[in-house]
């Protein structure tokens, strides 16, 4: 019989505290400009994040996205597929009911899971060459509203790349939180 009432405590506990964690369905855009190479990058991202509270204000928010990014300069154009993990701490402030003003640091990697490379010149043909395994890291910061577990932001990046160099992006965030 103690064993039977050990195990409904601890399960009890178990699902107290998996019912605080959420979850929420990610999206938005990245726009990037490199600074050792002189072109901007366009790009789109979808993603899924888990929020763990480590209290009443402050949240643990690692996201797993899958990236887009296009870059265009001149006769040379990129277009690379990443797999990104941003890990970030987040505060929230409540404003009114169900109104939240939140900020988040942190920082991120990836790693492109595909991608290709076109040169276009005007005497010759065009060259074309995969790009994997590309390792990017970087370190965020953003702002922006929750209202009714609607979030809209803006996150401003820095990213560095081991080929393509160092950069800074602007991304907006648009979220559902379950």
Known sequence: MKKVFFFILICSFSIKSFSQIQFSLTGGTIIEMVDDLPFDGYGYYAGITTIFPLSKSWSFTPEIRFTNIEH???????????????????????LKKNKYFKFN?????????????????????STYRNEENLLGVGVLCGAGFEINNFYVGVEPNFRYYDVSGAGLSLNTKIAYRF
């Open 72 to 94: 265009y300069e001149n006769n040379y154009s990129q277009k690379i597929h990443y797999f990104e993990m941003p890990l970030s701490f987040e505060h929230k402030t409540k």
């Open 105 to 125: 640091v942190g920082g991120f990697w990836n790693i492109s899971i595909a991608g290709s490379s076109m040169s276009y010149y005007e005497n010759s043909n």
